[in-house]
T-cell receptor, first 113, second 111 residues
Framework: GAGVSQSPSNKVTEKGKDVELRCDPISGHTALYWYRQSLGQGLEFLIYFQGNSAPDKSGLPSDRFSAERTGGSVSTLTIQRTQQEDSAVYLC???????????FGPGTRLTVL | DAKTTQPNSMESNEEEPVHLPCNHS???????IHWYRQLPSQGPEYVIH???SNVNNRMASLAIAEDRKSSTLILHRATLRDAAVYYCILRDRAAGNKLTFGGGTRVLVKP
């Protein structure tokens, strides 16, 4: 079946612009996660959704970052007033429930000029 | 999340076994040991997980020390496709399902 999909695959933006990154989880997966991976770095947790609510937002680096999930499915990560340090690969993952293995999407590579 | 320590890199020959160690001396009773791997230019991929007993699946085996302060991921016959960064992660089941990734071990497989 279809895996986790993310769009766009690549995004180049100018400093100060807002960007929206989309994640389509595997159908039926109630848990959804956002991570980011900066060049040469490990993966950093950003936020976790169970259904449409976000019980853990502890990884969001600043109030410029926000995320929502609607209908228990698609999620959007929004970065306002982008900065060069926001450049990274943003990865989305989903799991059947909060205690199951996570399936990762291919990521969105964000470049802020 | 409790911290794990892994070697930065390991090399193996194709079709030979690979043993990837992980130290987690501060593991708590509610921590599960998870392994994920990340192939070049891809998102991470689940490999295996366990709590106390050794585990086997089609991809690998996980050997957990009796005191749970260390574990070893075993790839029985390395292939070129197994070249990846392997992450050993402790997940506190009582604290949700977020994964805290460390530096991982970069595995190089030589033909």
């Amino acid at each position: 079946g279809a895996g986790v999909s993310q769009s766009p695959s690549n995004k180049v933006t100018e400093k100060g612009k807002d960007v929206e990154l989309r994640c389509d989880p595997i159908s039926g997966h109630t848990a959804l996660y956002w991570y980011r991976q900066s060049l040469g770095q490990g993966l950093e947790f950003l936020i976790y959704f169970q259904g449409n609510s976000a019980p853990d937002k502890s990884g969001l680096p600043s109030d410029r970052f926000s995320a929502e999930r609607t209908g228990g499915s698609v999620s959007t990560l929004t970065i306002q007033r982008t900065q060069q340090e926001d450049s990274a690969v943003y990865l989305c993952a989903s799991s059947l429930s909060q205690n199951n293995e996570q399936f990762f999407g291919p990521g969105t590579r964000l470049t802020v000029l | 999340d409790a911290k794990t320590t892994q070697p930065n890199s390991m090399e193996s020959n194709e079709e030979e076994p690979v043993h990837l160690p992980c130290n987690h001396s501060t593991i708590s009773g509610t921590d599960y040991i998870h392994w994920y791997r990340q192939l070049p230019s891809q998102g991470p991929e689940y490999v295996i997980h366990g709590l106390t007993s050794n585990v086997n699946n089609r991809m690998a085996s996980l050997a957990i020390a009796e005191d749970r302060k260390s574990s070893t991921l075993i790839l029985h016959r390395a292939t070129l496709r197994d070249a990846a960064v392997y992450y050993c992660i402790l997940r506190d089941r009582a604290a949700g399902n977020k994964l805290t990734f460390g530096g991982g071990t970069r595995v190089l497989v030589k033909p």
